[in-house]
């Protein structure tokens, strides 16, 4: 168990209204991602931290904000939700200790769903 | 071409047979390479990891690594019940981030 948790793991809201979905780690990782899973795309990148209060974009960032103001938790914010949206969340994490090592342990996920 | 390929489709395989997965990618200097499993409505779970060419084995799992033919593969052996899941292919690609592919589902027949 990497300890890592993400809340809320099941979430219904409607197209419009902002979004955050928490994640939280219990050791000193130094890098976190947000991906989102869906058929027929597999897991993208929308956003990953390199430290505290430094992120920057993957590949489906657009929509989508992320914010890390402390080594545990990396936030992930839909300003305001679509359907298009709808998917499920997985956060990772991956350099324990500040390591050179590369492998991602995954979160247990969000579904999200935007009506 | 896609950066990380898993083109078969569903594997279904009876119990105690090997079961074989490939993943192609398409950058030459990739380094580091991962498998996950992930069972349905689940997280994806790390079950191997190579860096090196050649074979690397955990258990019922082995890892081969051909950097000159750009491909990864998986092998299962002795498989269970418990193994039938989606397997995801991962290469690293700069600043610690991971290209996955679509991921190939096994399922292991008793």
């Known amino acids: 168990d990497a300890g890592i948790t993400q809340s809320p793991r099941h979430k219904v809201t409607e197209t419009g209204t902002p979004v955050t979905l928490r994640c939280h780690q219990t050791e000193n990782h130094r890098y976190m991602y947000w991906y989102r899973q869906d058929p027929g795309h597999g897991l993208r990148l929308i956003h990953y931290s390199y430290g505290v209060k430094d992120t920057d974009k993957g590949e489906v960032s657009d929509g989508y904000s992320v914010s890390r103001s402390k080594t545990e938790d990396f936030l992930l914010t839909l300003e305001s939700a679509t359907s298009s949206q709808t998917s499920v969340y997985f956060c990772?994490?991956?350099?324990?200790?500040?390591?050179?090592?590369?492998?991602?342990?995954f979160g247990p996920g969000t579904r999200l769903t935007v009506t | 071409q896609k950066e990380v390929e898993q083109n078969s489709g569903p594997l279904s395989v009876p119990e105690g047979a090997i079961a074989s997965l490939n993943c192609t990618y398409s950058?030459?200097?990739?380094?580091?390479f991962f498998w996950y499993r992930q069972y349905s409505g689940k997280s994806p779970e790390l079950i191997m990891f190579i860096y090196s060419n050649g074979d690397k084995e955990d258990g019922r799992f082995t890892a081969q690594l051909n950097k000159a033919s750009q491909y990864v593969s998986l092998l299962i052996r002795d498989s269970q019940p418990s193994d039938s899941a989606t397997y995801l292919c991962?290469?690293?690609?700069?600043?610690?981030?991971?290209?996955f592919g679509k991921g190939n589902q096994v399922v292991v027949i008793p």
């Open positions: 991962a290469v690293m690609r700069g600043n610690n981030r991971l290209a």
């Open positions: 990772a994490i991956s350099g324990l200790d500040g390591a050179t090592s590369y492998e991602q342990y």
């Open positions: 950058d030459r200097g990739s380094q580091s």
